[in-house]
């Protein structure tokens, strides 16, 4: 009997273990079936690396065969004989590599992510959607279709894409569907034109209007006019001041009367500050070693696995492009041919507004506006979620654009203001495509600003050089019309004369070609000195790496690619150079502890290097990072009682420790006695050598600046165990190489132009996005050496190369 029940249990054990295994339970996946021996993970590791040498895949759909060449770092060179087999073949490729990167990427900008993991990630929907992001997206995509070149580009890409999709298996899916347990979608031109805005959101959807509105209501604009001038003190702009304009500036709209009385009534709110940043620059033929133009550039961005990026060669006839593309959109973003060559680094204007408004009544279904109530556009968002039922989700909309929340919640991200409607160039159409169609393509300087004639969001400086002896560099994109200061703050949204009044011509952007100096360049700066006619933006990048990349420029002769690759990799350090002998010259060694001099003594000995090894920048970041905000957090932190502020920038606390000894913002408002800069400065070495000894020990190797800093590149959804961690690399934030705990430089290039055309690159990763493949990340300890790869670029399929490992060629099906 015994037997029998013990035989009765261990079915019934089995068979609630396999239902467990196989079933999802809540937010957590079902684990058998990820790490079954038959469709689990293993199976996709495994069918990875069985990479052919040889193979001939017949794919519906495709005109005449491709023939497609692999590199040792697993790089297609695509050779078709028309645009559309071009495309398909790139859709094609890029997905068998980065499928569910490309896939999640179009559900978190469009509002999808509860889709696939349940409720958790409700709030990220509803934030995406009421940003507006599918919003413009589809706008973009409407007008990109109607251009029938464009057209055939996008239809064709996802048409490759769901040709590869549709030779998935439950055993040959990508690990993360079988981790999350989905299932990949049919891919459609929405979803990259959904991809281009969530870079667009990346690098242009946050704003400073409500912190300092907050400053503004809390201070005044005396205040606001000395603590956030409207040009820093030291700048290297990017079109250098003086340079001639060669156009008459259209009339600015004037500045409303009411601009001063409107600004000081605001509702606070706060933003996060993203540490994006990039760098790019090119020297002249009569700089370099070989007569001809050089070009570097290294946009800066999250270092995630899979990468931002995917390296690829595409070639029909009119085109022979070699570049990076992003994962679900066609096209070379960055890159060269045999002619021109190339990169982008992030403008940073303003063009996002905040729109305070008037309602009729609490139903909120009309505003004020032009002396006028107008009707307010709702729209109705179904959100799928996981495992519960479907969410609606009202979004209101004005002539500005949507009204993010519109009622009191907490943001999901705090910049957003409550019952205020946003003004975003994300919304606008343009036709990004067509801009990288025609660079792609490009033979010389005027193929290169047709190119940009087209391109709206987000703004980007186009830097350039040609075969022909050209250099040049636009900080180009739409940039809306405004008064001086239109959108510094929050703006009245019941007065017509706050709108954008229309945009700034694109032959008028600010832009340089072939200056005296011999080089161009930008590394998020200002975008050009006081004499420009237009307003811009009054906030941009710090300008240590701009003025450092100048002077190392202006210095250089002789220019070859690995002169630039190591500017690339500079890490010295401008904002130390200027603050740290000014902060050493107020410390008395006698007035530390024996356990603090040996990090004084360091940072005497400093040369202000960032490197892996050295220990001053740990020592130094700490110190002055927390003097800034001893400096500042009594009077722009929660204490201040205005909401969230903005507090001043870098380079105007760094003119207050040089020159503002007296200053009354140096006292600590919270305490009863009134601080002086030699106290704030003292206190503030001691908690950092402190809190350094308690965390390492005693001033040592455990120092080293890697270790304190710990770059680490994780998996793009955070999963354990598929990133890199604590790399031993130097640089940080505001140094040229941008290297800091997760963002830095996402793709190195360095292009020499000339009769045979070179270009050399690596990113920090690795061409598949599985995991399980060598070619996940093994280019990351070449990043991480400070290295580039020489880069094959073939002329025809044909040519020999001895680092070329695969060849196939793709057909129609029959």
């Known amino acids: 009997m015994w037997q029998w029940i013990k035989a009765i249990l261990t079915t019934l054990l089995t068979l609630v273990l396999t239902w467990v295994l196989n079933t999802r339970q809540g937010e957590l996946p079902p684990f058998g079936k990820f790490l079954s021996p038959f469709g689990g993970f293993w199976q996709t590791d495994a069918a990875t690396n069985e990479f052919p040498a040889a193979q001939t895949l017949r794919l519906p759909g495709l005109q005449q065969p491709v023939q497609v060449r692999y590199d040792d770092r697993h790089v297609p060179h695509i050779f078709a004989q028309n645009d559309h087999d071009l495309y398909y073949a790139q859709g094609y490729l890029t997905a068998q590599d980065r499928l569910w990167q490309m896939d999640f990427i179009a559900h978190v900008a469009g509002g999808r992510l509860s889709e696939i993991v349940g409720p958790a990630r409700l709030e990220?929907?509803?934030?995406?959607?009421?940003?507006?992001?599918?919003?413009?997206?589809?706008?973009?995509?409407?007008?990109?279709?109607?251009?029938?070149?464009?057209?055939?580009?996008?239809?064709?890409?996802?048409?490759?894409?769901?040709?590869?999709?549709?030779?998935?298996?439950?055993?040959?899916?990508?690990?993360?569907?079988?981790?999350?347990?989905?299932?990949?979608?049919?891919?459609?031109?929405?979803?990259?034109?959904?991809?281009?805005?969530?870079?667009?959101?990346?690098?242009?959807?946050?704003?400073?209007?409500?912190?300092?509105?907050?400053?503004l209501g809390k201070y005044g604009p005396a205040v606001v006019r000395d603590l956030f001038p409207d040009y820093p003190q030291r700048e290297d702009p990017i079109v250098p001041t003086g340079t001639p304009l060669g156009f008459k500036p259209l009339p600015v709209p004037?500045?409303?009367?009411?601009?001063?009385?409107?600004?000081?009534?605001?509702?606070?709110?706060?933003?996060?500050?993203a540490e994006l940043g990039s760098n790019n620059f090119a020297v002249s033929g009569a700089k370099s070693a070989s007569g001809f133009p050089l070009l570097a550039n290294d946009p800066h961005l999250q270092l995630n696995l899979p990468s931002i990026w995917y390296q690829v060669q595409l070639a029909a006839p009119g085109v022979n492009v070699y570049g990076v593309s992003i994962p679900g959109t066609p096209l070379a973003i960055i890159g060269f041919n045999e002619r021109v060559a190339w990169g982008v680094t992030n403008v940073a204007a303003d063009v996002m507004d905040w729109y305070q408004l008037k309602f009729k009544d609490g139903s909120m279904r009309e505003y004020w506006h032009d002396g006028r109530w107008?009707?307010?556009?709702?729209?109705?968002?179904?959100?799928?979620?996981?495992?519960?039922?479907?969410?609606?989700?009202?979004?209101?909309?004005?002539?500005?654009?949507?009204?993010?929340?519109?009622?009191?919640?907490?943001?999901?991200?705090?910049?957003?203001?409550?019952?205020?409607?946003?003004?975003?160039?994300?919304?606008?159409?343009?036709?990004?495509?067509?801009?990288?169609?025609?660079?792609?393509?490009?033979?010389?300087?005027?193929?290169?600003?047709?190119?940009?004639?087209?391109?709206?969001?987000?703004?980007?400086?186009?830097?350039?050089?040609?075969?022909?002896?050209?250099?040049?560099?636009?900080?180009?994109?739409?940039?809306?019309?405004?008064?001086?200061?239109?959108?510094?703050?929050?703006?009245?949204?019941?007065?017509?004369?706050?709108?954008?009044?229309g945009w700034i011509p694109a032959a008028q952007n600010p832009h340089v070609k072939n200056p005296a100096r011999g080089f161009v360049s930008s590394a998020n700066q200002s975008s050009t000195g006081p004499d420009y006619p237009y307003y811009l933006n009054w906030s941009f990048g710090g300008w240590d790496r701009g003025h450092r990349?100048?002077?190392?420029?202006?210095?250089?002769?002789?220019?070859?690619?690995?002169?630039?690759?190591?500017?690339?990799?500079?890490?010295?350090?401008?904002?130390?150079?200027?603050?740290?002998?000014?902060?050493?010259s107020l410390v008395k060694p006698d007035q530390l502890s024996a356990a603090q001099r040996p990090a004084f003594e360091q940072l005497r000995?400093?040369?202000?290097?960032?490197?892996?090894?050295?220990?001053?920048?740990?020592?130094?970041?700490?110190?002055?990072?927390?003097?800034?905000?001893?400096?500042?957090?009594?009077?722009?932190?929660?204490?201040?009682?205005?909401?969230?502020?903005?507090?001043?920038?870098?380079?105007?606390?760094?003119?207050?420790?040089?020159?503002?000894?007296?200053?009354?913002?140096?006292?600590?408002?919270?305490?009863?006695a009134r601080e002086?800069?030699?106290?704030?400065?003292?206190?503030?070495?001691?908690?950092?050598?402190?809190?350094?000894?308690?965390?390492?020990?005693?001033?040592?190797?455990?120092?080293?600046?890697?270790?304190?800093?710990?770059?680490?590149?994780?998996?793009?959804?955070?999963?354990?165990?598929?990133?890199?961690?604590?790399?031993?690399?130097g640089g940080g934030a505001g140094i040229v190489n941008a290297t800091s705990e997760r963002n830095g430089p996402s793709w190195r290039m360095v292009v020499a132009l000339g009769p045979r055309v070179q270009g050399y690159g690596v990113f920090p990763g690795g061409q598949s996005g599985n995991?399980?493949?060598?070619?996940?990340?093994?280019?990351?300890?070449?990043?991480?050496?400070?290295?580039?790869?020489?880069?094959?670029?073939?002329?025809?399929?044909?040519?020999?190369?001895?680092?070329?490992?695969?060849a196939w060629t793709l057909q129609a099906a029959k």
Not at 183 to 193: F, G, M, Q, T, V
Not at 614 to 642: H, S
């Open 124 to 215: 990220t929907d509803r934030f995406f959607r009421r940003m507006g992001l599918p919003y413009g997206a589809r706008k973009s995509l409407d007008a990109a279709m109607q251009d029938p070149v464009v057209r055939t580009v996008l239809t064709s890409y996802s048409d490759g894409v769901n040709a590869y999709i549709g030779t998935l298996t439950p055993r040959t899916k990508p690990f993360e569907y079988k981790l999350l347990d989905y299932a990949p979608e049919s891919w459609e031109p929405l979803k990259s034109a959904l991809i281009l805005k969530y870079m667009a959101f990346d690098l242009s959807g946050r704003s400073d209007d409500l912190r300092m509105s907050n400053a």
């Open 676 to 729: 002086t800069l030699d106290q704030l400065v003292l206190q503030s070495l001691q908690f950092a050598t402190d809190s350094l000894q308690r965390k390492f020990g005693p001033v040592g190797p455990e120092w080293r600046w890697a270790h304190q800093k710990s770059t680490d590149i994780l998996h793009m959804a955070q999963l354990p165990g598929f990133g890199r961690m604590d790399l031993n690399v």
């Open 374 to 501: 107008k009707p307010v556009r709702r729209v109705v968002e179904r959100i799928v979620v996981r495992g519960q039922p479907d969410r609606l989700d009202t979004v209101l909309y004005t002539h500005h654009g949507p009204i993010v929340y519109d009622h009191d919640e907490k943001p999901f991200l705090s910049q957003t203001p409550i019952r205020h409607a946003m003004r975003w160039t994300a919304h606008d159409a343009a036709n990004e495509y067509l801009t990288f169609y025609r660079l792609n393509r490009a033979q010389n300087y005027a193929d290169y600003t047709a190119a940009l004639a087209t391109y709206g969001s987000p703004a980007q400086n186009f830097i350039f050089a040609d075969q022909q002896q050209n250099i040049a560099i636009w900080p180009n994109g739409s940039f809306p019309l405004k008064w001086k200061d239109q959108g510094k703050f929050i703006l009245d949204g019941t007065d017509p004369a706050y709108d954008w009044q």
């Open 771 to 806: 995991p399980g493949s060598v070619y996940y990340d093994d280019m990351i300890d070449t990043w991480s050496a400070g290295k580039l790869d020489e880069l094959v670029f073939l002329r025809r399929p044909d040519e020999p190369n001895p680092r070329l490992q695969a």
């Open 254 to 273: 004037a500045t409303p009367p009411s601009f001063q009385a409107a600004m000081s009534n605001k509702t606070p709110q706060n933003e996060p500050d």
């Open 549 to 584: 990349i100048n002077e190392r420029l202006a210095r250089m002769t002789g220019v070859t690619p690995d002169s630039l690759r190591m500017l690339q990799n500079d890490n010295f350090g401008i904002n130390a150079q200027l603050v740290l002998p000014r902060l050493l």
């Open 605 to 672: 000995r400093w040369n202000y290097y960032y490197e892996a090894d050295a220990v001053g920048p740990t020592i130094f970041e700490l110190w002055y990072g927390t003097l800034l905000k001893r400096l500042w957090d009594d009077d722009f932190g929660p204490a201040a009682g205005a909401g969230e502020m903005r507090p001043p920038s870098r380079d105007r606390s760094n003119t207050l420790l040089l020159t503002e000894p007296n200053s009354r913002w140096i006292d600590d408002r919270r305490t009863p």
